[in-house]
């Protein structure tokens, strides 16, 4: 009988069963550069980072981070009555890390 060590193969349920579902994520990692480019253009053309190490799991927690802090961010500039970014220095080398 094979025993799965932790590397993908095609014999162990869970390995196939993790196979058949990596399409339910390619929607919402489809999503992230839109997502991390629109935050951006609120923030004067920051560049936003993400953690590079993370599973892919995590990819929908990360979106929702992103959300998020869009969300907010818009909500302030409304408030404000802002139509520029919220910035208006010189941002090049600034980099926003976005954590979940």
């Known amino acids: 009988m094979f025993h799965c060590d ?7 349920a869970a ?4 196979l058949k579902s990596l399409y339910q994520y ?3 990692l489809s999503k992230i550069p ?3 480019c629109y935050l951006s253009t609120l923030l004067g053309n920051i560049e936003i980072a993400h953690q590079p190490h993370q599973p ?3 990819a929908q927690d990360y979106l929702h981070q992103l959300r998020k802090l869009t969300a907010s961010i818009v909500e302030e500039k409304a408030q404000r009555g802002l139509y520029v970014p919220l910035i208006q ?3 090049d080398g ?3 890390v976005v954590e979940w």
């Open 6 to 12: 932790s590397n993908l193969c095609l014999t162990c």
């Open 15 to 18: 390995c196939i069963q993790t």
């Open 26 to 28: 390619d929607a919402v």
């Open 34 to 36: 839109a997502a991390e």
């Open 56 to 58: 892919v799991t995590m």
């Open 89 to 91: 220095t010189d941002v």
């Open 94 to 96: 600034v980099q926003l």
